[in-house]
């Protein structure tokens, strides 16, 4: 019979909070100091001149560095699909795999705004289609708005999805979900006539109801124009200091990805060296029996010992 025993501070009885178990998740006293960020929030910072922070998020871990660290905005990024799950490209993530990530993030996630990716192939069909999955990440993946990649192109789905209630950030210049279609990663709008569709797209989606959209990969130049034209919030990718915010991909910006460095890069930290050297310490601290010391291990109860020896005394069949 189990007892549910309470948690015991150590100012009241002298007990020490000792954690037996490693896996237990951490307190994450922050999310009660800060306010929640919502859309009226990103809308009242565009006006203020205030600078909009973006982090991708894929677990538990990182949503709470996120949420420690005062982000913004919280994005589930179909990124994921390369940087967490190991797969060639952003086309091969599925919603599962999207719902899935998007509730840890949520659980760790709670002061940020949450945006969660809509993969591909999961608003191209057709508009009931889109709704349904949108509905999913929110409903599901407690996702609080959805992202879609596309210009003029996707503007019914918006319209849509906003009209029924779904809050939408536009996604425009290099899409990464269509990196075929686009001949690869490259830069978009360096042309007057490219430029003059990007701008197209980003009032057609503003007017489709879209509360901010990232602009990813398109000249500086074009960025600070098509933020000075529009009245919701630009999120820069690649698109220089003239939008209202910056994103980046959480393993780009703490150096935990080995893959190719967009120019755009920088990296914030290297996690990833850190974790390198953090493996093959332990590998040498185990072969060389330096792991784990007596500080790592427990003790039987006090006189416990003995009487489990003479338990085995008594039971020839469990006597080594």
């Not at 760790?108 to 289609?129: E, I, N, Q």
């Not at 919030?233 to 939008?243: E, K, L, M, N």
């Amino acid at each position: 019979m189990f007892r549910i025993i309470p948690r015991i501070s150590r100012n009241a009885l002298g007990v020490s909070n000792t954690r037996y178990m490693s896996f237990r998740p951490q307190d994450s006293p922050i999310a009660a100091q800060r306010k929640k960020v919502t859309l009226s929030r990103l809308a009242e910072m565009r006006r203020q001149n205030t600078p909009i922070t973006v982090l991708t998020a894929y677990d538990y871990p990182t949503a709470q560095r996120c949420e420690r660290g005062g982000v913004d905005i919280c994005l589930v990024g179909d990124s994921l699909a390369q940087v967490c799950l190991g797969y060639e490209g952003t086309t091969s993530l599925t919603l599962d795999e999207m719902v899935h990530h998007c509730r840890a993030v949520a659980r760790g996630c709670k002061s940020p705004h949450l945006v969660a990716d809509m993969p591909f192939g999961t608003y191209h069909v057709s508009v009931r289609d889109a709704i349904r999955n949108a509905v999913r990440l929110i409903q599901y993946g407690n996702a609080e708005s959805v992202k879609l990649e596309g210009g003029l192109d996707v503007v019914p789905v918006v319209k849509a999805l906003t009209e029924a209630g779904l809050p939408v950030m536009g996604h425009i210049g290099l899409t990464p979900q269509r990196a075929a279609a686009l001949s690869g990663y490259r830069v978009q709008g360096r042309d007057s006539n490219s430029a003059y569709r990007l701008v197209q797209s980003s009032k057609a989606l503003q007017d489709a109801g879209a509360y901010a959209i990232v602009l990813e990969a398109i000249p500086h130049q074009l960025a600070s124009y098509i933020t000075r034209a529009l009245s919701i919030p630009t999120i820069g990718i690649g698109a220089g200091q003239g939008c209202n915010g910056q994103v980046l991909v959480w393993d780009d910006a703490m150096g935990n990805w080995t893959g190719h460095k967009a120019k755009f890069v920088q990296r914030f930290a290297n996690l990833g060296d850190v974790a390198d050297e953090g493996v093959k310490a332990y590998v040498e601290a185990v072969r060389q029996r330096a792991f784990p010391a007596e500080e790592h291990t427990y003790e039987m109860h006090t006189g416990e010992w003995d009487k489990f020896l003479a338990l085995v005394e008594e039971s020839p069949a469990v006597q080594l």
